[in-house]
């Protein structure tokens, strides 16, 4: 019901890529996203890093801008007396980066630690012949270098998006490579079947990427996610 009202305000709007919804969708499939929330202006911000523990990570949020960090477009280990300056400089990035960028505001968002935890990519596309295809792969180098990919047509079983997490040359990096503990791998398994169901129940979402979903050792959080809807 949450997805059908978020899907169907974006299509009002004309807005064919959304990525603040998306974590809204995520959150209504009960795939877990940072905590945070996205403001326009930076006593709001501030407001929200108070209300979060330790520091946050800030980001630009603008349908025109797809690759965030390509501009400077996102801050991490932002601290309470800095968030004001954060602000101001990614709205100044993003003009720079295109004058007439539509600005919807900036995502404060709980840092999560990526020390513990290693980045993959959970994503969907809608192949001509196939239909909707899983991806799943470890973000950086491991996917856009090595390809070290593995999909499957949704809806996927259990079984399906845990063979997923298991055949992928870096798996073991999610077993716990170098003295690291494991990471929650059952967790990985739930969000690909979630992910799974939400492109079936809609099939105007064309295309999906939760880009990194963290995977911690006592859970997974999706971080940052982009789609594009018919
Ligand atoms: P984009 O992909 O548009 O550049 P992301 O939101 O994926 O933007 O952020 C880029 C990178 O910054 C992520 O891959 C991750 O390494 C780091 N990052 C983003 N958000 C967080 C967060 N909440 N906690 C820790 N690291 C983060
Ligand atoms: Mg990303």
């Not at 991490?76 to 505001?105: H, S």
């Not at 994503?123 to 973000?139: A, E, I, K, S, V």
């Not at 999909?151 to 870096?170: G, N």
Request: net charge negative; hydrophobic share 40%.
């Amino acid at each position: 019901e949450r997805a059908r009202d978020i899907l169907e305000t974006v299509k009002e709007r004309d807005e064919t890529r959304l990525g603040v919804e998306a974590m809204e969708l995520l959150d209504a499939y009960g795939i877990e996203t940072p905590t945070g929330d996205i403001v326009d202006d930076p006593a709001d911000a501030l407001e929200v890093a108070e209300n979060i523990d330790g520091d946050v990570v800030m980001k630009i949020v603008s349908p025109d801008i797809l690759h965030k960090s390509d501009i400077g477009g996102v801050k991490v280990g932002v601290e309470n007396e800095d968030v004001y300056d954060a602000y101001e400089d990614l709205i100044t990035r993003a003009k720079n980066y295109q004058p007439d960028a539509n600005i919807l505001g900036v995502q404060v968002q709980e840092m999560v630690n990526l020390d513990d935890g290693v980045e993959t990519i959970v994503g969907m596309n809608r192949d001509p012949q196939f239909g909707p295809l899983m991806m799943f792969g470890l973000g950086g180098i491991f996917v856009e270098i090595l390809e070290d990919t593995t999909f499957r047509v949704a809806p996927v079983s259990e079984a399906e998006a845990e063979d997923m997490t298991k055949e992928i040359d870096a798996a073991p990096m999610l077993r716990g490579a170098r003295g690291n503990d494991p990471v929650d791998i059952g967790g990985i398994t739930e969000t690909i079947q979630r992910l799974s169901q939400l492109v079936t129940d809609f099939p105007a979402i064309l295309e999906l990427d939760i880009n990194p979903l963290v995977a911690l050792p006592d859970g997974v959080k999706a971080v940052d996610v982009r789609l594009t809807v018919d």
